[in-house]
């Protein structure tokens, strides 16, 4: 169970309760920030003739554990990363909007799982870098969270997100998929229905009331 001080009635910097237009602002302001970290990082990679594409995973090399984070931040061209720029910004502010430290701690843990998958089961002579991991793991973690919390405003959420994106992650999944990493996107779903889990809010206990 996981705590989160960006709930309602959390209190912000100042001792002043954090509103809801707070958590809007904060959540906008990280995945506009995060968004443009993989831009830079993908110009940079362009000006440097590709110099960042080795930090992808390649599976099953000890070395290569420690491109496991890395690679979640890297893309193999500015279209790939377009691809994956709207489904991460709509679903990484969704899921922020819910409490910073929350968020953070689920993303971490889908970044760990899916790399580690990708790390185990990938291809051999296979490179695989990108945030698509991330952001099957944020669709899994979003409509699997409302049910976990019994929020009825979250399952709402969650499922609107499902009869948008549900047909276009299903077929991310599919081993028919030879262009994309379908292991990396079926880990990341996996973490981040996990995640739902593992972060799930702590509900108040009821008073007792002596007969």
Avoid: C
């Avoid at 047909?167 to 996107?185: K, N, R």
């Amino acid at each position: 169970m996981y705590g989160d001080t960006a709930g309602a009635g959390a209190v912000g910097g100042g001792g002043r309760e954090w509103t809801g237009a707070d958590r809007v602002k904060a959540a906008a302001g990280l995945m506009a920030g995060w968004i443009a970290l993989l831009w830079v990082l993908e110009a940079v990679d362009l000006l440097t003739l590709h110099a960042l594409d080795p930090y992808g995973i390649s599976p099953r090399e000890a070395a290569e554990l420690r491109d496991i984070v890395p690679a979640a931040f890297l893309h193999f061209g500015f279209g790939h990363l377009a691809a994956n720029t709207v489904p991460l910004l709509v679903f990484g502010f969704l899921a922020a909007v819910d409490g910073i430290r929350r968020f953070l701690a689920v993303a971490a843990m889908i970044v760990v799982v899916d790399g580690l998958g990708v790390w185990l089961v990938a291809p051999a002579y296979s490179n695989t870098a990108g945030a698509s991991g991330l952001i099957f793991g944020l669709f899994g973690y979003l409509v699997v969270r409302g049910f976990v919390d019994r929020k009825a405003l979250d399952i709402g959420v969650g499922l609107a997100l499902f009869l948008i994106w549900g047909s276009t992650i299903l077929l991310g999944l599919s081993p028919a998929q030879t262009d994309v990493s379908w292991q990396g996107h079926l880990f990341g779903l996996v973490a981040g229905v996990a995640a739902a889990f593992v972060f799930r809010r702590r509900r108040p206990g009821r008073a007792a009331i002596p007969g």
